[in-house]
């Protein structure tokens, strides 16, 4: 059995929308709808939970109530970590993929290769290569070395793991600060395999992601 829990409890700052970014809608749809709609569609995904904050509860029930995999609509917690570490005791399936719902133009194929990586492997997540060059930062913001493009990846998400094993990361690590579910599979010594991700994958978090999303929506 596979869940998939959509995180969506972020406020979006960055969007300037003044409520949570994932209520605005792509060509009339809703973000949360798109996200959830691509899990639905995939013939792998058994269940979905979604997580989002209690003033946005209602909203998130009210607007994806059509899917017909939803399972729960359940509270995050103060942090994405904790956020997410309540939708993976919420969740049933042997295998989970945690997903950033701004992250809502995710493909059918990118879905399969990290669930069909993540059997293979143990554990899996989608990157891009970086398109630019990158550079180290000192504390005075001067360019401290150039880092080796060919050994960097851009994670994306889903990133599917054993349920247990991102339980157990996500319990033993309460007080670390991290940004993906990955980084805290890591401190356990969990190898993570690089599936293909896709550039169109993109996560809205700029009113500008908005118009680029549309974009690829209409292409």
Same mark, same amino acid.
């Given at each position: 059995?596979?869940? !998939? *829990?959509?995180? !969506? ?9 003044? &409520? ?12 949360i709808?798109?996200? @959830? =709609? ?16 209690? /003033?946005?509860? $209602?909203? $998130?029930?009210?607007? #994806?109530?059509?899917?017909? &995999? ?18 993976? &005791? ?7 993929? *945690?997903?950033? !719902? ?8 990118? *879905?399969?290769?990290?669930?069909a990586? $993540? ?5 899996? =997540?989608?990157?891009? %290569? ?7 930062? /000192? ?6 070395? #150039?880092?080796d493009?060919?050994? #960097? $990846? ?11 094993v991102? &339980?157990k @990361?996500?319990?033993?690590?309460k /007080?670390? %600060? ?9 401190r ?6 690089? %599936? ?7 996560k ?11 974009? *690829?929506?209409?292409?």
């Amino acid at each position: 059995m596979v869940s !998939a *829990i959509i995180v !969506a409890g972020g406020q979006g700052r960055r969007m300037g929308a003044g &409520k949570n970014k994932v209520f605005l809608k792509l060509l009339g749809t809703e973000i949360i709808v798109r996200a @959830a =709609a691509a899990f639905e569609e995939n013939e792998h995904i058994d269940e979905i939970i979604i997580v989002t904050s209690k /003033d946005d509860i $209602c909203e $998130c029930k009210k607007i #994806t109530k059509q899917n017909k &995999k939803l399972a729960a609509v359940v509270l995050g917690g103060e942090e994405r970590r904790d956020s997410v570490y309540n939708g993976i &005791k919420a969740a049933k399936g042997d295998i989970v993929l *945690i997903h950033d !719902a701004a992250r809502c133009l995710v493909s059918q194929e990118l *879905i399969d290769n990290v669930i069909a990586d $993540c059997m293979r492997y143990g554990a899996a =997540a989608p990157g891009v %290569s970086p398109k630019d060059t990158i550079k180290a930062a /000192d504390e005075n913001g001067f360019i401290a070395g #150039t880092i080796d493009r060919e050994k #960097t $990846c851009l994670i994306q998400t889903p990133q599917a793991f054993y349920r247990e094993v991102i &339980k157990k @990361a996500h319990e033993a690590a309460k /007080d670390v %600060s991290v940004t993906d579910d990955c980084a805290l599979a890591e401190r356990m010594g969990v190898r993570i395999k690089i %599936s293909p991700g896709s550039y169109d994958n993109i996560k809205l978090t700029t009113p500008e992601d908005l118009i680029i999303a549309e974009r *690829i929506l209409k292409k």
